[in-house]
């Protein structure tokens, strides 16, 4: 499995409006069919420049579904964003490859 993570930087001045548009964004991307799930975190480290900082990480069902995102849908939706909020959001994407996972069973 593989997550598809968007780092975005939002201008305080739009904060509110992108938080409410990005609440009615992922589920678009969602179901493209490309993904199981979707979480969308605040990054609680302030950054210099500013702004307040999210993840979205998207879980993809595979590397194939991930390619096949970029191929026929990623340019579409990301224009979304960027029509409406070009010159108050920054965003970057990483890919992170899960290699194990753990979880805590109290018993």
Same mark, same amino acid.
Do not use: C
């Given at each position: =499995? ?35 799930? $979707?979480?969308?975190? @605040? ?11 999210? +993840?979205?990480?998207? @879980? +993809?069902? +595979? @590397?194939? $579904?991930?390619?096949?995102?970029? @191929?026929?849908? $990623? ?10 909020? $070009?010159?108050? =959001? ?18």
């Amino acid at each position: =499995m593989i997550i598809y993570n968007v780092t975005v930087n939002i201008d305080e001045s739009i904060h509110n409006e992108w938080l409410k548009w990005i609440k009615e964004h992922i589920p678009q991307v969602l179901g493209t069919g490309k993904f199981e799930k $979707a979480t969308l975190s @605040r990054v609680l480290v302030e950054e210099d420049m500013g702004g307040v900082t999210y +993840s979205i990480q998207y @879980r +993809s069902y +595979s @590397r194939e $579904a991930l390619d096949t995102y970029y @191929r026929d849908d $990623a340019e579409k939706l990301r224009n979304e964003g960027m029509k409406k909020f $070009a010159d108050k =959001m920054l965003a970057f994407r990483t890919e992170l490859q899960i290699v194990d996972e753990y979880t805590v069973n109290f018993k």
